[in-house]
């Protein structure tokens, strides 16, 4: 069985998707969670090109996505970070290190050459996987 999550007050779905989606495999949950980026609920660019204020909104809202499915920051096994220049890994990482301390997923860098919304430098998706 799968749930969608969507979050209230939360940036508008602009197509087939969920913010997160939460599966239901034998005694666990797993939970995934779409690319995030920092685009307030009204479509605007958070903090443009801002690496460390736009990572920071991005975590939040990963934290507000898997909370409202029932996991938290702490269950995340796997992420995938974009962002569109490389030479902010140390200030995207720094970000990164504060939410998974606990967790220390495996995880993904890449650079792209930008993402949906023009001033967002930075997208990251997660998944978690938690014991029901």
């Known amino acids: 069985m799968k749930q969608q ?6 940036t508008e779905i ?3 998707y969920s913010h997160g989606l939460k599966v239901e495999i ?11 980026i920092a685009m307030d609920k009204d479509g605007n660019a958070v903090a443009p ?11 939040k809202n990963i ?7 029932g996991a938290s920051i702490d269950d995340v096994v796997k992420a ?6 490389i030479s902010d890994f140390k200030e995207v990482s720094a970000v990164r290190n504060k939410y998974f301390s606990n967790c220390k997923p495996v995880s993904t860098l890449i650079e792209i050459n930008k993402t949906t919304t023009e001033g967002c430098n930075v997208e990251i998706e997660v998944i978690a996987i938690r014991k029901k």
Request: avoid cysteine; glycine fraction near 10%; hydrophobic fraction near 45%.
């Open 80 to 85: 995938v970070i974009y962002v569109t220049k």
């Open 14 to 16: 602009l197509g087939a």
């Open 63 to 69: 934290e507000k996505i898997l909370s409202a499915g």
């Open 26 to 36: 034998g005694d666990s949950e797993m939970f995934f969670v779409t690319g995030q």
């Open 49 to 59: 090109d801002d690496i460390v204020k736009q990572t920071e909104f991005v975590f």
């Open 5 to 10: 999550i969507n979050p209230e007050n939360f």
